[in-house]
């Protein structure tokens, strides 16, 4: 039996791939996509990939993950460092969460070191690229066994 867990984009990363490759890369959301999928397939995990550009979409999709998923991977993008909304929605589900960004948010601009989402993220990974999304999923997975084991 599989277990399903959401993997939600926040705004612009429709545009992987060709924004900014330098500091994003050159791999396409879709690639990200196919990634996910196959590092989640052994790992007994099915993948709801979602991306959007407005906030209350994301914060709508979190909040159905409360009972359509058992954890959410999740870049929030731009919105890691403005939204409370989506900071809220993640501490209000219960879910185990994996914050994952492309870049090293921390070797960038000023404002970009200080992510609302951290704060309710069980895992942070930053700076890998879009392997951080193989090793988001992973590691959520790992979450779940222990959630899993702990439950016994």
């Known amino acids: 039996m599989t277990t399903s867990v959401l993997v939600l984009n926040g705004p612009n990363l429709n545009l992987l791939g060709l924004r900014e490759p330098a500091i994003y ?11 996910c999928r196959a590092t989640a397939a052994p790992l007994g ?5 979602r991306q959007s550009n407005h906030e209350g979409v994301l914060v709508d999709a979190v909040q159905e993950a409360r009972t359509a998923h058992r ?11 403005t939204s409370v909304a989506l900071r809220d929605a993640l501490a209000a589900v219960g879910l185990p969460v994996v914050e994952v960004h492309l870049s090293n948010i921390h070797r ?26 193989a090793l988001a999923v992973t590691h959520l997975a790992r979450l779940l066994d222990h959630a899993q084991e702990s439950a016994r």
Not at 45 to 49: A, N, Q, S
Not at 71 to 81: D, R, T
Not at 108 to 116: A, G, L, V
Not at 118 to 132: F, K
């Open 25 to 35: 890369g050159s791999d396409t959301l879709g690639d990200v996509e196919k990634l």
């Open 45 to 49: 995990l099915d993948i709801d990939f």
């Open 71 to 81: 954890g959410i991977v999740i870049n929030p993008a731009g919105y890691s460092h």
């Open 108 to 133: 960038r601009e000023p404002f970009r070191h200080h992510s609302y989402v951290s704060a309710v993220a069980d895992t942070v990974i930053c700076g890998a690229g879009a392997h951080g999304y």
